[in-house]
């Protein structure tokens, strides 16, 4: 029973369209899903194994690694259940944004085996918003201006 449900979990992981990626207590990455090779365009198998480097941006490393083992530590993360976007990197080196949501998957004592995000590229809206309030900005500069 337990083998059932694992491989019904698995495929339906796969076939999110959303990024599901899962670390293990060192960051490194474990399961990449579809949907993940679809955001970052990395296959699985270029990224199993691998530190989640791969995906963050070098000036935010050094925060990210920091919160990843205060999170891995206590069994929590900081944000809870809010989604968080974040800045992210694409396989041919774009900068997206990226809507995540994290949680800890715990094992049957409560310690930390890893963590799990599930995220969707948000940099098409990112954008559309930005420019919206830069034209919005130069609107009313104008305005008051005039």
């Known amino acids: 029973m337990q083998e059932e449900r694992l491989r019904l979990l698995a495929a339906i992981a796969e076939q999110l369209p959303d990024a599901v990626v899962f670390a293990d207590r060192e960051g490194l990455i474990r399961h990449w899903n579809a949907g ?3 955001v970052f365009g990395f296959a699985a198998a270029e990224v199993t194994g691998r530190s989640l480097d791969v ?3 070098e000036r935010l490393r050094a925060p990210h690694w920091a919160a990843y083992e205060r999170a891995i530590e206590s069994g929590r993360t900081r944000g809870g259940n809010a989604v968080r976007t974040t800045r992210a990197l694409h396989k041919d ?6 809507d995540f949501s994290f949680g800890l998957v715990l094992d049957a004592a ?6 799990v995000a599930l995220g969707r590229d948000t940099t098409a809206h990112y954008l559309e918003v930005k420019a919206m309030r830069e034209r919005l900005a130069a609107h009313d500069a104008g305005r008051a201006a005039g």
Do not use: F, H, K, N
């Open 55 to 57: 995906i963050i941006p």
């Open 36 to 38: 993940a090779e679809a």
């Open 110 to 115: 409560g310690s930390a085996l890893g963590s």
């Open 93 to 98: 080196g774009r900068r997206l944004y990226v």
